[in-house]
């Protein structure tokens, strides 16, 4: 029995002009797909023969290049859906002439970016989105657009408290709130949904052991990246990420930048939130996040203090104004503003000071205050954690992005005097 496709094709084929010449699929990888789908291959069969002729390779690629758990369960009616509206949006964007076929192949028409469930997120996220981006004329202007308005827009922001780490958009925009595996999801999605080149990034563990990301890449005459729901006045390719980016490994899987494909790679993407899925293929993008000269990115002699405030005994993350005083120097100091709750868990404030010296930390947040002392300080990176309440300084939480983060901090070096 044929499965029902679900969607008003000759709606929207006069729309449709594509991204250029569409040529059969070849390569044993969709036969090789269509076995693999076992009973449902008929479905899929039927699926194939009745798609409109500008968008069949399309949907071969998606069909040749889906997991096996796709193949087993995925919405034809759904899957038909996005395909017809991937192409409406390079009929529309006005970058879509530079958009190269590969490139919207794998970065604008799959319908899943990695795990999360299989949602028809395409016409809700496209109706919300599209209106923003109107006046963009270059897909990197439109991504940047959609990561300023987009998320105040749907109520949605980073809370520790969502359901899981790799929800889908609808799930998401639900219930306002996901970490960054989720907002990236979301923004990667809206981005697809416009015609704006766009994967999901990440590393499973910083090399400095303090936690893992996610964040997101979109392709405007090449790769740039940015924080999701974390936009950069001064642009794309900056975050609070950079420094713990440019320490990764390339060559050590688990300090690895790595970027989501659909189509195979022979490399799959670390899911640290379902560690035995390994059917999500990946890119090692890490490259292009390392210094390509040789040489520390913290000064010699330098260690980078990482300041965390917290309303004790809540244990909340809080926006305080933080000064570091040099012991022996009191006329050099330090000043910032440490994150609360709605900055990712890795997102601490960063404080460059020599090594071997002593330093006085000192909290303010309006009538409450905080103060411990440190040192000598030694090493690249040192996790400093002022409690607002009792005073002591206390050992950081996890940062690993996929955790509740609920547990409180434990004692940690001496206690401020």
Not at 218 to 225: A, E, N, S
Not at 304 to 329: E, I
Request: charged share 20%; net charge neutral.
């Amino acid at each position: 029995m044929k499965q029902r496709l679900g969607f008003p094709w000759l709606l929207v084929l006069a729309l449709l002009q594509g991204p250029g010449p569409l040529h059969a699929l070849t390569g044993p990888t969709l036969p090789g797909a269509l076995e693999m789908a076992g009973p449902r291959r008929a479905a899929f069969e039927a699926l194939l023969s009745q798609t409109p002729a500008p968008l069949r390779r399309s949907t071969e690629f998606l069909v040749a290049h889906m997991p096996a758990t796709d193949l087993a369960e995925v919405d034809l009616g759904m899957v038909a859906t996005n395909t017809a509206l991937a192409h409406e949006a390079m009929a529309t964007a006005p970058w879509a002439s530079r958009i190269p076929e590969e490139i919207f192949l794998n970065d604008i028409l799959p319908y899943a970016c990695v795990n999360e469930a299989r949602e028809n997120w395409r016409p809700r996220l496209r109706e919300v989105a599209l209106p923003l981006v109107k006046d963009c004329t270059t897909p990197g202007e439109a991504a940047r657009r959609l990561n300023e308005r987009l998320f105040p827009l749907l109520k949605v922001g980073y809370n520790t408290k969502r359901r899981r780490p790799d929800q889908a958009p609808l799930e998401t925009m639900a219930s306002g709130m996901a970490t960054c595996t989720g907002l990236s999801i979301l923004l990667a999605d809206a981005c697809r949904a416009v015609g704006v080149p766009a994967r999901v990034v990440g590393t499973p563990l910083w090399a400095n052991m303090r936690g893992n990301h996610t964040w997101v890449e979109v392709w405007d005459g090449d790769w740039h990246f940015l924080g999701a729901a974390e936009p950069d006045p001064a642009g794309l390719d900056r975050g609070w990420f950079v420094h713990d980016a440019s320490q990764a490994k390339e060559d050590e899987p688990r300090h690895a930048i790595y970027a989501s494909s659909f189509r195979q790679t022979g490399l799959s993407f670390p899911l640290v939130w379902a560690r035995s899925v390994q059917w999500v293929p990946a890119v090692n993008v890490t490259a292009r996040y390392t210094p390509r000269t040789p040489g520390p990115s913290v000064a010699a002699h330098h260690t980078r203090l990482l300041v965390k405030v917290l309303d004790q005994p809540a244990g909340r993350r809080v926006r305080a104004h933080v000064f570091v005083l040099d012991d022996l120097d009191t006329a050099r100091s330090w000043t910032g503003t440490s994150r609360d709750e709605s900055a990712d868990l890795n997102d601490i404030l960063p404080v460059e000071v020599p090594s071997g010296r002593s330093f006085r930390i000192l909290a303010t947040q309006g009538w409450a205050t905080a103060e411990t002392r440190i040192g000598p300080v030694s090493g690249k990176e040192t996790v400093v954690v002022l409690p607002m309440a009792d005073r002591r300084l206390l050992a950081a939480p996890s940062q690993a992005c996929y955790q509740p983060g609920t547990n409180k901090p434990a004692a940690r070096f001496l206690p401020a005097p």
